[in-house]
Every structure is written in C-alpha cells, then in structure tokens.
C-alpha cells in the first residue's frame, strides 16, 4: 500500500506542575510556546503545544498538565518510553552544560545506530534524549536564549516497548508505510520516508517488561503525519477493514485526527499537517493569550476561572 503517514506529527504527555512544565520546554529547552489552549475532552485542564517558531509538524510537543496533585505514571510497556529531539552535530557539548546548570542529570554522550545521544528526564520524570543527528536539515530556532546553531530542531524519533515488538512492527509496515532500517540488540528501528530525523521509530523488545501505568510523567500518544483530509479517511478505512478499533475523525482546530491502539498497546494518532497553528491568531503572537475553539467560547469565563496563571520565562507579567 501507498505510505499514508510520513513520520512524526506530535507527541502528548502528561505532566504535573503547569509553571514547571512551562519553565523546563520554553525556558530550559528553548521551545516556542505555540498555542496555549484546553484538553478538549477535560475543558479544565491546559493543553500546551511547545516547537518551532511556526509550529512545524515533525516539532511538537505538547502536554496537559494535571496538577503538582497529578497521578504519577509508570513508563513501561504499552508505551512511547522516550521521546527524542534532534541537534546539529556539534550541539551536544552546549546541552550537556546547559542541562547540568539548570541541575538536570544527563547521561552520556552514548552511541546508537551511529549517532552520539544524550539522556535526561523533564521535571516530572518522562524520558527525553537529545541526538546529533546526522541528516536533519531544519533550520533551528533562536529564541533570544539557546543560540539558533545549537537548537533543538524538532524530533529525532519516539522509542516504544513492547513485549512483543513483531506485532507493532507490522502496523507501522503494512498499515502506516514504515520499513525496516536496521536494530542493535534488542533495538528495533522502523522509518519513513527518507529516514531523516523526525521519521525514526524505534522499538524496545522486552518480553517480561512490566505494563506502563498512565500519568504524570508519561506519554499519553504519539502522532503520525498525514498529508491531508483524503488521507486520513482512506487510512481510517485502511484500518477499520484490518479489524481496528478507529475513532471518528475528531476536530483538534489545528489538525483533524483519528486514534486507535496497535497490539501492544499504545495509543497512536493519524494527525492532517493542516490546517496549522496561526488559524486562531497570527504567527508573530502564537501562545500569547488563551485560545478555545469555537464550541467553548460561551464557556470561557468559567474554564479561565479553573486554570492556574502561568509566567512565561524570563517575563514579568502572565502570558
């Protein structure tokens, strides 16, 4: 079949703290506050998409931030365990140091698949690595802070484990256009399209690997790029005649998504590029006031009543 899907869209996590999730991706990362808006299905709850300077399928990380109360999860099996971001192949040395700085534990430099990477964990514990990628042509973002030469461009790739990884594999071959492109050990790297950075899946095959537990800390799903409206609807169907269990198209006002869990459980997405972040407010003031869609406007007064104040970095006043 034709590859409908074309590496990563996003990926969605939960987090604990709204300010400290704020301070970690805008403020120690260097990510561009894109849209501060609601969980749709919890209207109560922040949703925050961090990227690129425009919004970039391929650069968005977003999460919905619970509470400092929140459930703390379990990253295991059944779930995306790492998400990785990619950097020029110099950068390495620049993040080591400012990760230490701000007190943040970095392990390595390690090599994988080629490629020098470094670990470390966010405020609330989820897994992240930064990697020296060798093919990733996106420019990065200077954000007045982390120089331009040294940002982080957007993703590298998302890790899944799984106690049975042939199975998972098979979606992301015959149902999503991914093809194999190697492994290391028990490592198991799927890509599509070129195999640049950005449309790398690799999977951890771990037979006896405990189930993760949902919560802070984790990942909630992760999205795959689809061209377009028409694409959707044939992978929709593609999948549907496969015998998954496929949501209906839902409206996210910033890309049209369906959702479904491969058979190892994670929560996988099919997300449209279109149509993007500036369709509610220009790109020069992208994540600058609070947007609901359309349906909720009515409601905003008591959904702004709910949600804590958040301080953007290196700002005096609320964002």
């Known amino acids: ?3 409908l899907t074309h590496g990563i869209h ?3 996590a939960m987090a604990g703290d709204a300010q400290k999730n704020v301070d970690f991706y805008v403020g120690i990362l260097g990510l561009r506050m894109l849209k501060k808006t609601i969980n749709f299905d919890d209207p109560f709850t922040y949703h ?15 999460f919905f931030p619970w509470s400092s109360r929140g459930m703390k999860g379990r990253q295991g099996a059944g779930q995306v365990t790492v998400t990785s971001f990619s ?11 400012r990760l230490e700085a701000n007190k943040i534990t ?39 802070d982390v120089p331009s030469a040294y940002s982080i461009k957007g993703f590298h790739s998302v890790t899944l484990l799984e106690n049975n990884y042939q199975a998972t594999a098979a979606v992301l071959n015959d149902r999503l256009g991914f093809r ?12 599509s399209g070129d195999g640049s950075a950005g449309t790398i899946v690799d999977i951890i095959h771990q037979p006896n690997a405990t189930r993760g537990i949902m919560g802070v800390g ?14 959707q609807l044939v992978l929709r169907k593609n999948l549907v005649n496969a015998g998954f269990n496929v ?28 149509p993007g972040f500036t369709v509610d407010e220009p790109l020069e003031t992208l994540g600058a006031h609070l947007k609901l869609p359309p349906w909720m406007e009515e409601n905003r007064e008591e959904i702004e009543k709910h949600l804590p104040q958040i301080t953007m970095p290196g700002e005096g006043k609320n964002a």
């Open 1 to 3: 079949m034709a590859a």
């Open 10 to 12: 996003h990926v969605t």
């Open 48 to 62: 925050f998409y961090f990227g690129d300077h425009g919004g970039e399928p391929g650069t968005i990380m977003t």
């Open 87 to 97: 950097v020029a192949k110099d950068a390495l040395e620049y993040w080591i140091e």
């Open 106 to 144: 970095v392990a390595g430099p390690f090599e994988r698949m080629g490629e020098s990477v470094i670990a470390f964990d966010d405020f609330d514990g989820l897994s992240l690595e930064i990697i020296a990628a060798e093919n990733d042509e996106r420019s990065g973002l200077d954000n007045g």
């Open 180 to 191: 194999e492109a190697g492994n290391e050990e028990n490592r198991y790297r799927y890509i």
């Open 218 to 231: 984790t990942v909630h799903h992760v999205a795959w790029r689809i061209a377009d409206d028409d694409n």
């Open 247 to 274: 949501s209906p198209v839902m409206d996210r006002n910033y890309f049209h998504s369906i959702y479904f869990r491969e058979p190892g459980g994670v929560l996988f997405e099919g997300a449209t590029d279109p």
